[in-house]
């Protein structure tokens, strides 16, 4: 039995989620003016996501492999409804794939140096932005308990739970992408930040207390295209 | 993924039309003396069916010939044509694949399949295709060292970027299964999109259900 070809998709592994509450006007600050921050008892979202993408297919050809990535994401509702993600940074350690972030899928990427170091069960992960600009990221963190779905109506469910993404093309293009992929399968993380001004240079230095951690061992997503609103 | 509803249309033409074609590396395979041109249409699924809206079912065209570099042979692509503007452009950015648009649409009526195809690549040679094409047998594998082998039974494709640098990758799949065939070319600009006049040699014709393919890592050569 065969099915649709995602003529895209990339398979992500050792994904590390921090995400810390914050106010929705810190937020709404940091967004186009079009999409409205998304809450969950009135509170508003920022994570981190520290990943590996392992591999980067188009048409069912590895193009890229072993490609380290940070996200800087919050959430929001577009116009119509629906629940989406609005990224503040995408860094990754390969520079096309950067560019192609940035002139194909219209995202905030830039080309990084990520150092990931891995002992017994513990990884730590420091980005360092390569344009110079202090933009620092450290994370060390540490798989607990069991991988499960998230149980609807869950913080988890609204943190993890989005297949699309908003983004702004050419002459203010409002656009919506979208991904494809089983449900997440994430367990709690015993995860500490060392080092955060690559929050600042995403816009957002609020970010206080300790961040709720989610780690996921892998997943393989599609990657729609972007529509216009 | 899946490779279906393939045809296999090919034309042999003198060694030395393909061997001025080719990038610098790359040696002309040959049968019976001859160098050979294929055009190449599929559809291209997924063997994972998943409830995503992302994924579809899309055709592909290629024109290609068979070369050898150090000794291994495989496929040459002169052009990928498919209908998917976003996987073309990540294929283009992200390795330099010879992938254009087009807008595609296929119908299968009984066991023929209708195929249009209309490049809307820009700043790329114009190429109309419309086709039909219906096996006229059973399926099986090809045998040893016969021409359908030679033509089909590849496991490694190679493609050139702007500048010349050869990129080769492993695929992986059973044998082909292949039926005698049919096909009707009303339009193919294949040729003249590459630089080659429309050959006048007889054309051999297969046609494949389809298989599983695993495609391995591009690399560089050199």
């Not at chain 2, 003396?33 to 055709?59: C, E, K, N, T």
Request: aromatic share 10%.
């Amino acid at each position: 039995m065969s099915g649709p070809l995602r003529p895209l998709s990339i398979t992500l592994s050792d994904v590390c989620f921090l995400h810390w509450p914050v106010a929705p006007a810190a937020v709404r600050a940091v967004l186009p003016n079009w999409a409205e921050p998304d809450t969950m008892d009135d509170t508003a979202w920022v994570s981190v996501l520290s990943l590996s993408i392992d591999r980067f297919d188009a048409f069912g050809v590895p193009v890229r492999e072993r490609v380290e990535s940070v996200a800087v994401r919050t959430y929001v509702q577009t116009p119509s409804g629906d629940r989406a993600v609005a990224f503040l940074s995408l860094d990754v350690t390969d520079r096309l794939v950067a560019d192609a972030l940035r002139t194909l899928f219209h995202l905030p990427a830039s080309h990084v140096d990520v150092r990931r170091r891995r002992q017994d069960s513990r990884t730590e992960v420091v980005l360092r932005r390569r344009d110079g600009a202090d933009a620092r990221l450290g994370v060390t963190f540490e798989p607990t308990g069991t991988p499960t779905t998230t149980a609807p109506d869950t913080l988890a469910a609204f943190l993890l739970d989005r297949e699309r993404y908003v983004t702004t093309g050419p002459l203010e293009t409002r656009l919506v992408g979208s991904v494809g992929h089983p449900p997440w399968r994430v367990q709690p993380a015993d995860a500490a930040v060392t080092e955060t001004t690559l929050l600042d240079a995403a816009g957002v230095d609020s970010l206080d207390g300790e961040p709720l951690a989610h780690y996921s061992p892998s997943v393989e997503m599609g990657v729609g295209v972007l529509e216009p609103l | 993924m899946e490779w279906r509803n393939v045809l296999f249309a090919h034309w042999p033409v003198p060694v030395e039309t393909v061997a001025r074609s080719l990038p610098e590396g790359l040696s002309v395979d040959t049968f019976d003396g001859s160098a050979w041109l294929g055009v190449v249409p599929f559809r291209m699924a997924d063997i994972r069916p998943r409830g995503s809206p992302i994924g579809r079912s899309f055709y592909e065209l290629n024109l290609r010939t068979y070369v050898t570099l150090d000794g291994q042979p495989g496929v040459y692509f002169y052009n990928l044509d498919a209908d998917d503007r976003l996987g073309v452009a990540v294929a283009r950015r992200l390795f330099r694949l010879p992938y254009y648009r087009a807008r595609m649409t296929a119908h299968r009526d009984g066991s023929r399949t209708r195929l249009q195809s209309v490049r809307t690549h820009p700043d790329a040679p114009d190429v109309r295709f419309r086709a039909s094409f219906e096996p006229t047998g059973l399926p099986e594998p090809a045998r040893d060292d016969s021409l359908a082998a030679f033509l089909t039974e590849r496991y490694r494709f190679y493609v050139a970027d702007d500048r010349g640098r050869i990129y080769f990758a492993d695929i992986d799949h059973p044998p082909w299964d292949l039926q005698p065939a049919t096909v009707t070319f009303d339009h193919n600009d294949l040729f003249a999109a590459s630089g080659f006049d429309t050959p006048d040699s007889e054309r051999i014709v297969h046609f494949s259900p389809g298989l599983d393919v695993t495609a391995g890592r591009l690399h560089r050569h050199g």
